[in-house]
């Protein structure tokens, strides 16, 4: 009984002093203090530097190694002011980060671990440099796993981006985050706010929840309410439009028919010997065997060498002409025919015309009597 009464009474000076020092602070109530405000370091907070050596490595494609080996000067020059030791090794194909005695601030090595994954993700330099300011931080989505078909993969990662990326570009702009599709990635750089609605609308779209141009409406609407300050403590949800998916028709699949049931086995399949035995092969020797696989090589090449020869042939077979272009040809030719003679004909009535014109009276009179006769019998001739 005892000592049940002093655990009561130990537990009634415990209840006593909890909060004793839970007080309202001046501070606390302070609206000039931003709480969600990041200072940036000084180095006077950490004078003497950090006690132990932290490095982080990562590994990088080959088609990366010619663009790193160009700007891993600037990237060491950016570390170094930080007080980061960096180091690209080609052999292995990694590149590695580690703090030095000249390190103050001790996240820096997380925003150089960053900085390596960013750069090995296809982020041009001057781009992830920047995530070593505070204020700016990174995600890297990992899309590759949330499709196992392939082609839909590539279809959906490409919805993502865009006619001439412009999906991409209008997301930027909205979540103020700069994004990178690449491989089975997608690296983002920005705010928390920001990374937190990119990451959303990238796992919507490779999972094929929401089209990203929804998202964008949804965001742009967003933009809009903000600028009212009578919303600014009510629920949007009335605002925003809700999207129903549409539910696509899908092929279905064929069942087998069920076989009757049988309590008998299904008879056994021939072997290759019983086959041969069957058509008499088994008791050819081996030359006899090798002739005739020989000669059934030899025919089927000659089928195969006759169809190729057929279909390099077919390109000179001159096409089969129609009926109509047959009956229109005799007709051509019949006008053709009648053209001519009406040609003949009007070629004699001129020539008939010009010797008249061309003979002389004169001439003609003068001229022997025997010359005469002779044209009769030409024209007698002719006629």
Not at 92 to 118: F, N, W
């Amino acid at each position: 009984m005892e000592v049940e009464n002093a655990n009561e009474v130990n537990l009634e000076q415990k209840k006593k002093h909890k909060g004793k020092h839970d007080k309202p602070k001046p501070w606390d109530e302070d609206p000039n203090i931003d709480r969600w405000k990041i200072e940036k370091f000084d180095p006077s907070w950490n004078p003497v530097g950090l006690l132990e050596v932290s490095s982080f490595s990562t590994i990088f494609p080959r088609y990366r190694e010619k663009y790193l080996q160009e700007a891993w000067p600037k990237v060491k020059s950016a570390l170094k002011d930080y007080g980061i030791a960096a180091e690209l090794n080609l052999v292995e194909g990694s590149m590695t980060v580690s703090t030095t005695r000249k390190t103050r601030d001790p996240y820096i090595i997380i925003k150089a671990r960053d900085l390596i994954k960013l750069l090995s993700r296809s982020v041009p330099a001057p781009q992830a440099v920047k995530i070593l300011d505070d204020e700016m931080q990174c995600d890297i989505i990992k899309i590759g796993n949330l499709v196992r078909n392939k082609e839909r993969f590539v279809k959906r990662r490409q919805r993502l981006v865009g006619p001439n990326s412009s999906t991409l570009k209008a997301l930027e702009i909205l979540t103020g985050c700069y994004i990178l599709v690449q491989g089975n990635t997608v690296a983002a750089m920005g705010s928390f706010k920001g990374l937190k609605q990119v990451r959303r609308i990238v796992e919507d779209c490779v999972e094929n929840k929401m089209h990203p141009v929804y998202h964008i409406k949804i965001l742009m609407m967003k933009k809009e309410l903000e600028k009212d300050p009578t919303l600014k403590e009510e629920n949007w949800d009335r605002f925003l439009p809700k999207f129903k998916k549409k539910n696509v028709q899908t092929k279905k699949v064929k069942s087998k028919e069920k076989k009757p049931y049988t309590p008998f086995p299904p008879p056994q399949q021939p072997s290759k010997i019983d086959q041969e035995l069957e058509s008499g092969e088994y008791f050819l020797s081996e030359k006899k065997k090798l002739a005739k696989k020989w000669q059934e090589k030899q025919e089927k090449q000659a089928e195969k060498t006759a169809e190729n020869k057929r279909k390099r042939e077919e390109a000179f077979v001159p096409p089969k002409e129609t009926a109509k272009q047959d009956s229109n040809n005799s007709e051509n030719k019949e006008d053709v025919a009648a053209l001519a003679k009406s040609l003949k004909k009007k070629a004699k009535e001129f020539g008939k015309q010009k010797s008249l014109q061309d003979i002389n009276a004169e001439e003609y009179i003068s001229a022997p009597a025997t010359e005469q006769p002779l044209k009769k019998k030409k024209k007698s001739k002719h006629t």
